[in-house]
T-cell receptor, first 107, second 117 residues
């Protein structure tokens, strides 16, 4: 079945540095979603990408969907301490989540 | 109302107990989900209900028994659990799969943290 791989597993950055997490699928995805889970919290929907090559921005967050619809990335510019949490991609062909990237930010 | 409400927030039970986790949403969503999340791991899909019918069972042990009494409620009945079943149990809801842009966007509840002694 579909398997979504996500890297890196952990990322520790200094406040103000950029951060990127990547998702790769072994099969073509109909769409991909990104969620953020704060420590002690629950996953919260960030965005959904549907079209090949799609790029969407939310303030300092930039989301991309690959041309082949097999990979996606989330880039955060100039991280802040409020960005701390685990970022999950989810290939919603089958409602399964990637392993997540845990972001910690040093003030 | 854009919330998914889960009760209880915390539950401690012995291996011989019978308990239930409850989930409620009033967003008009017709798909509801149970996920299990262990520490530092992603949510792991357990069950999916679509239009009150069980559509996905991810080979979950029978000691977990889901129930969807109506379109707003989802229960997870627990019996004879093992200590390794201790985890955060997350309920989510969405519009069912389809062509609309909002389909499959999951709204999660805060979770029920289960400890099995």
């Amino acid at each position: 079945g579909q398997q979504v791989m996500q890297i890196p597993q952990y990322q520790h950055v200094q406040e103000g540095e950029d951060f990127t997490t990547y998702c790769n699928s072994s099969t073509t995805l109909s769409n991909i979603q990104w969620y953020k889970q704060r420590p002690g919290g629950h996953p919260v929907f960030l965005i959904q990408l549907v079209k090949s090559g799609e790029v969407k921005k939310q303030k300092r967050l930039t989301f991309q969907f690959g041309e082949a619809k097999k990979n996606s990335s989330l880039h955060i510019t100039a991280t802040q301490t409020t960005d701390v949490g685990t970022y999950f991609c989810a290939g919603l062909n089958d409602m399964r989540f990637g392993a997540g990237t845990r972001l910690t930010v040093k003030p | 109302d854009t919330e998914v409400t889960q009760t209880p927030k915390h539950l401690v039970m012995g291996m011989t107990n019978k308990k239930s986790l409850k989930c409620e949403q009033h967003m008009g969503h017709r798909a509801m989900y149970w996920y299990k999340q262990k520490a530092k791991k992603p949510p792991e899909l357990m069950f999916v209900y679509s239009y009150e019918k069980l559509s996905i069972n991810e080979s979950v042990p029978s000691r977990f028994s889901p129930e969807c009494p109506n379109s707003s409620l989802l229960n997870l009945h627990l019996h004879a659990l093992q200590p390794e079943d201790s985890a955060l149990y997350l309920c989510a809801s969405s519009q069912p799969q389809g062509r609309s842009s909002g389909a499959n966007v999951l709204t999660f509840g805060a979770g029920s943290r289960l400890t099995v002694l």
